[in-house]
């Protein structure tokens, strides 16, 4: 079974959708994000998955304490993504209740850190993002390429113990066109032991179908946002997304309460 993953992507205190990662290509859909965090926990999300936007950039501005609300709030396991790039960065995640974080740019800039980081943390608690356009890591909130070649990339980091790699397809990101099937496909082939969260692209009920095929290339998971804020999927049609405004979002599903991480590692 693929786990589905909601995403939140934070800018400015708000829930955002970028368009190809492009900043300037935003749109706003919904203002209250630990409203929306409760919201997707009412659906049933059994994880959810952030992105500090802002922190991402490598500007002084950051969500942090809007993130802090969101773990509070919830009983699932969370995870975080966006401006982390120290120990002292991890540190303040897991402070603030997050279940595991996401290395990106530090990652492709500083793989010795990555080492150091799971020899810490362990691999439950620290997950490698490649974000990638035409086969290339971009870094920096997406704002620059690297240089290096995501799957070469992802290789190394199996190598250094990370046992599970977020990979965004940013050319798919926000247009609900369909995922990069073949780039999963080609990337699971080559992994031994790391498994593959999908990224970008989902728009509908067949894309998830599509994604289910790829468990035996090691994707054993989807992040989900702009298609299931745009209601895309049947089931939503039974559930409170219309009618959220009068919801009552502390009494949740039958999603396991927080013990940790359905695919730890």
Known sequence: ????????????????????GSYE??????????????????????????VDLDAARGGADDNRPVIREICQALDIPIQLGGGIRTMDDIDAALEAGVSRVI???????????VSEAIARYGCS????????????????????GSGLDAVEMA???????????VYTDISRDGTLQGPNVDAYRSLGERLQKARITAS??????RDLLRIKELQPYRVDSVIIGRALYENRFPCQHIWC???????DLDRYSTAPLKTGLQHPC
């Not at 608690?125 to 620059?144: F, H, K, P, S, Y």
């Not at 997304?241 to 919801?247: L, R, T």
């Open 1 to 20: 079974m693929t786990l589905v993953i909601p995403a939140i992507d934070l800018r400015g205190g708000h829930c955002v959708r970028l368009y190809q």
């Open 200 to 205: 970008g692209g989902v728009g509908g009920y």
């Open 241 to 247: 997304w219309h009618d959220k405004d009068h919801v």
């Open 155 to 165: 290789l190394d980091m199996e190598r250094r113990g990370v046992r599970r790699i």
């Open 103 to 113: 290395l990106g740019t530090v990652a492709a800039r500083e793989p010795e850190f």
């Open 125 to 144: 608690r620290v997950v490698v993002g490649i974000d990638a356009r035409d086969g290339e890591v971009r870094v920096q909130g997406w704002t620059e």
């Open 25 to 50: 290509d935003e749109t706003v859909y919904f203002t209250d994000p630990v409203k929306m965090a409760k919201l997707w926990r009412v659906q049933n999300a059994r994880v959810l998955h952030l």
